[in-house]
């Protein structure tokens, strides 16, 4: 196959115009040759779809190939993978429309990938940046993703993000697209990852996956996502995820499960809601020196068990 790009940088969108434009200038501010790029906008809305070809237009005056596709069927997997058919780079460049790249995000990946390994995926740091009013007992760490500040090589059961993922086209002729029966619907996040299942099929075919630090991206999280409401609906969609992803890990096939295992999953989603039980009875005797808000106490402490709890109620019904 010729490649006529470089870089297809593709980017699923769905109502979120003020994101878009957000993205679309931190790509171009960037200090390189743009001759070898090309972005292209996968719009899951019909009704946002004249001010996407708007802002295309923008762009496409100053000499850049920006062009945008509507994809009719909703969710991020067809998004994605309506960007893998119309891309024409050699490396493909999935980012997300609530970020924007890191200074030097284009840079760094161009000298990564002048290494030739076509076996590479690539991915790196989300650092959150928060829009409008803080909250006094938000703290970053509950929304970053990062694996400290040196290059490694990603195994089992780590993951790279589908937000910030590099690959090659080479590759992915191997690996295969997004599965569609993952992923999120428009605005619904209740279904385990799409990029988790397919960076495990990478996994499975042996692929290169490197995490580098320089290849990060600030990640913009909405007000209404920095709720206690919010913050625990994102703990469940996790969960879901890692019950995937432990699925995945260990090869197990739940449609072998008999009805012991799901009782035994159910039996163990019972004992974690009595250990819930107990730590709220502790909340107004926690460390304040430690969590000063009773928000903190609950993220940092109650909602991971509530994650084992939905991890186990997950596996039940996967295996159904």
Known sequence: MVYHYLLSIVIPTYRNLTGVKRLLDSIFSQTCDFSGIEVL???????????????????????????????????????????????????????????????????YLMKIIKTGDKNMLLGGPYLPVFDGAGLPWLKEKY???????????????????????????QFLKKVGAFSSS????????????EDTEFIFRSFEIEGNLTYHPDLYILHHISPDRYQLKALYSRCRWDANTKGLLYLLTYHIDPSNWDSRVRFYHLRDAIRT???????????????????????????????PIYAHFWFEIALSRLSQ
Not at 158 to 164: A, D, F, I, S
Not at 182 to 193: E, F, I, K, N, Q
């Open 182 to 193: 993952y992923g999120y619907l428009g605005t619904d996040r209740s279904l385990p990852g």
């Open 273 to 303: 809601l009595l250990k819930l039980s107990r730590l709220y009875m502790k909340l107004p005797f926690r460390d304040h020196r430690e969590f000063p808000y009773p928000e903190n106490y609950i993220v940092e402490v109650i909602f």
């Open 41 to 107: 906008l996968i719009n899951n809305s019909i009704d946002d779809q004249q001010e996407i070809d708007q802002i295309c237009g923008f762009y496409q005056q100053q000499g850049r190939r920006v062009l945008s596709y509507l994809e009719p069927v909703l969710g991020v997997s067809f998004a994605r993978n309506r960007g893998i058919k119309m891309a024409q780079g050699e490396w493909l460049v999935f980012i997300d429309d609530d970020e924007e790249l890191g200074e030097n995000y284009l840079q």
């Open 143 to 169: 929304f970053s993703f990062d694996y400290g500040k040196k290059v490694i090589s990603i195994k089992p059961p780590q993951v790279l993000l589908g937000g910030n993922l590099v690959v090659s086209c």
